[in-house]
Each structure stands twice: as C-alpha cells, then as structure tokens.
C-alpha cells in the first residue's frame, strides 16, 4: 500500500508539472497574437502605454480607419477567391494524380519520380517568369490558381493515404464495370476525407498569406490580393495614422490613431479570417498527417 500510495504521489505530481509547462507553453504562443487583438481594439493613445490582459478604451476606431483605405474590399474578394477556388483546384487536382501513380500506368514511376524531384529543386525565378509569361497567365487571375495545382508535398502525403486503403474495394467496384474517373469519384475521394481536410488546410494557408505571386507576375490594381495591399499599407503605417479620421469616417468625431496601431489592425484583417477555416478541419487535420505521413 505504501508503495502504491508513494507511486500515485509521484504521478501526481509528474502530471501537475507536466500540465504546468504545457499551460506555459501554450500562454507563450497565444499570448502574442491576443495582444496585437486587444491593441487593435484599444484607443491608441492609451494602448501606447501599456497592455497588459485587458484592452484599454475599446474602439473600433483603427477597423474603420484600414476597412476605408482605398482598394481594401475590392483586394479582400481577390484573396478570398483565389484561396476558395485555388484550394479546389489544388485538392482535386493532386488527389486524382496522386491516385493515378498508385495504378498500373504506363511510365508512371518516371512521372512521380520527376513530381519528387521539384521537391528538392527549381528552375529559378527568370525561367519561371518567362514560363508564366509564355503561358499568358501573368497580369492574370490564372496565375495565381494555375501554378500551384499540383504540389509534390501533398501528392506524396495523399499517394501514401490512398494505397492504405482497402483494394478490395475497388476490386469491387471495377467488376461492377466501374472505371478510374469513377472508381476515383465514388470510392477513394470519400473516403480520403482526413487527408483531404490536412491538404485543405495547407494549401488554403498558402493561398491566403501568398502575396510574393501578385508582387512578380501582376501589376494591375484590380488584381491586387489583399495581403500585398495591406503589406504595402504596413509600410506606409506612419502616413496612414497622419490621415484625417473623419473623411475616413464620413463626418463622424476624428479618432487619435497612431502607426502602431494601425500594423496591429492590419495584422489583425490579414489574419482572422484564415483562422475561421481550422475549427471546420480540426478534427480530420491530425488523423490525416499522421495517416498520410508514415510511409512515403
């Protein structure tokens, strides 16, 4: 008993510490980010003397001021669209080649061996412009969908996913005379949904923070992503902060909004709404990078 006691004493203990440096850790990662909110919702005049857990005179005073900046709706709906429809097209696409290696194909080793070298090497970005230009996708929304359709790091994870499947299942369906396109839609796409939802995440991340493609390839302002737009307001902070309040606002009472607060707020819009696409994942992300990624 004594010995059952002292060992239950020391588990007790072990887990209190280990809880402990856990919670740490976990305040140390989150505590960044939930500073740069509560600054972005504070005043400006207060927040430049100290936050702490708590904002100070809320506002939404720095929202209005960025929300207002010129071209910012119109380079929100370029973003949104180009994360939306370039996750579609990269998910369908890379599930379907990573399907097609997995079958008897003729040369398809040579094709995945050469999908695997892009892992480890690349062209550079003169021959890869004159690719795009050649191609008529740049000064185009294509280029920032069409490049990125297939990923060597997601035909990999999902190539490993879809051989661990069951082949009696496609056995099955191939003597119901079902073929590739159908054996694909009806079976090994639904049934992919844990790999799927961690390529989603992954390449809708990339989609959204991806400004460098609109940088090189684009100078139309109507293409203009918002992450480049809110990049270049960043830089400009100071000037932005020095704006009249109230043209911004329509009449309404000037707000003191300083150049800090106006890289929190901008911070902020960059930010939140790829966040709203984790809770919708979560539950599929680490069962499929962790199915996804034990063989390769």
């Not at 579609?88 to 398809?108: D, H, N, P, Q, W």
């Not at 049934?191 to 400004?211: E, G």
Request: glycine share 4%; net charge positive; proline share 3%.
């Amino acid at each position: 008993m004594k010995n059952g006691n002292a060992k239950s004493a020391k588990d007790t203990v072990f887990y209190i510490i280990t809880y402990a440096i856990m919670v740490l850790l976990m305040f140390i990662c989150l505590y960044p980010f939930y500073y740069v909110f509560i600054y972005s919702i504070s005043d400006s005049s207060a927040a430049q003397k100290g936050l702490t857990l708590l904002p100070k005179g809320l506002t939404v005073a720095n929202y209005i001021k960025v929300l207002n900046l010129d071209g910012i709706v119109n380079s929100f709906f370029i973003s949104l669209a180009r994360t939306v429809l370039g996750t579609m097209i990269t998910v369908l696409a890379c599930s379907f080649f990573a399907y097609l290696v997995t079958k008897e194909l003729y040369g398809r080793k040579i094709i995945y061996r050469f999908v695997i070298i892009t892992m480890y090497f690349n062209s550079g970005l003169i021959p890869y412009y004159l690719t795009m230009r050649s191609y008529h996708l740049t000064n185009t929304f294509w280029v920032y969908v069409v490049p990125s359709a297939i990923s060597a790091y997601y035909v990999v994870l999902l190539k490993t996913f879809i051989e661990s499947l069951p082949m009696s299942l496609e056995e099955s369906a191939k003597l119901d005379g079902a073929g590739y396109v159908t054996v694909f839609a009806r079976i090994v796409f639904p049934l992919s949904k844990p790999i799927l939802a961690t390529i989603t995440v992954f390449a809708a991340v990339a989609q959204w923070n991806n400004w460098f493609d609109n940088y090189i390839y684009v100078q139309s302002d109507t293409l203009k992503t918002l992450q480049l737009m809110l990049y270049d307001y960043l830089n400009q902070a100071s000037q932005i902060s020095q704006m009249s309040t109230s043209s911004l606002q329509h009449g309404a009472a000037a707000a003191n909004v300083t150049a800090q607060s106006v890289r929190m707020t901008i911070t902020m819009v960059a930010t939140l709404p790829i966040l709203c696409v984790y809770p919708f994942m979560q539950k599929y992300f680490v069962k499929g990078i962790m199915l996804g990624a034990v063989k390769g």
